[in-house]
């Protein structure tokens, strides 16, 4: 595209990237079979998205239980590990590795991290 040209939105020379408007099936498909085109794909749209609430806590019916029985309490996670650097879980917490060899404090598949964080998360 030249500099003047009305579709460029804007360059981005060290992506060796062009933003561009296409308002046509036929534009669309014009720049597809250019040969100096790698691909083009549409520009969507991302929205900032409020806190919700994970399916496993209706699963295991949570929300049923009073507010005034669930501070200070101690669970147990028997998973894939706990990753104790992760900076939205508490690192005060204690553990055993069921697997020989294997820290309990390194997740190397993410799911007990994810639990940890379903069980730890704050409402809002």
């Known amino acids: 595209l030249q500099q003047d040209d009305p579709h460029l939105i804007m360059e981005l020379p060290d992506d060796d990237v062009e933003v561009m408007t296409i308002e046509t099936e036929d534009e669309l498909r014009f720049w597809e079979d250019q040969d100096d085109v790698e691909y ?14 994970p399916w496993g806590i209706e699963t295991v019916k949570a929300l049923d239980v009073s507010d005034d029985r669930v501070s200070n309490q101690k669970v147990c996670i028997i998973d894939t590990g706990y990753d104790i650097n992760h900076p939205d879980l508490p690192s005060s917490v204690t553990g055993t ?3 020989k060899g294997e820290s309990w404090k390194e997740d190397g598949n993410g ?3 994810h639990v940890a964080g379903t069980i730890a998360a704050i409402g809002g």
């Open 40 to 53: 083009v794909e549409a520009d969507s749209k991302i929205y900032l998205q409020g806190e919700s609430t």
């Open 97 to 99: 590795s069921q697997i």
């Open 111 to 113: 799911h007990g991290t």
